[in-house]
């Protein structure tokens, strides 16, 4: 079992509260039935892993960001990071 920062349950409590509404809106287009994925697309069927990559990729370029060559887990732990 992993302990959470209470900050990052709190975020995840609201996006779940976003997403619920988003849900609403959609009405009959959403497939995901009952089921709340933090990676989902807008209609609520769970995100291939290579899409949340892809969107990252092109976050970090329009950003001019530099793509870290590490994973990400990995950058946290040099830093520092206490998650």
């Known amino acids: 079992m992993v302990a959470l920062p ?3 349950v709190n975020l995840l ?4 509260e976003q997403c619920t509404q988003e849900r609403l809106e959609v009405k009959e ?3 995901g039935g009952k089921h709340f994925f933090v990676f989902s697309s807008w209609h609520g069927k769970p995100m291939y892993p290579s899409s949340i990559t892809q969107w990252w990729r ?3 370029k329009r950003h001019e960001f530099p793509f870290p060559t590490s994973h990400l887990s ?3 732990f040099e830093r520092g990071s206490t998650c």
């Not at 409590?13 to 779940?16: A, E, G, Q």
């Open 58 to 60: 092109r976050f970090l």
């Open 29 to 31: 287009l959403w497939e």
């Open 13 to 16: 409590k609201s996006y779940k």
């Open 74 to 76: 990995h950058l946290s």
């Open 6 to 8: 209470d900050p990052l």
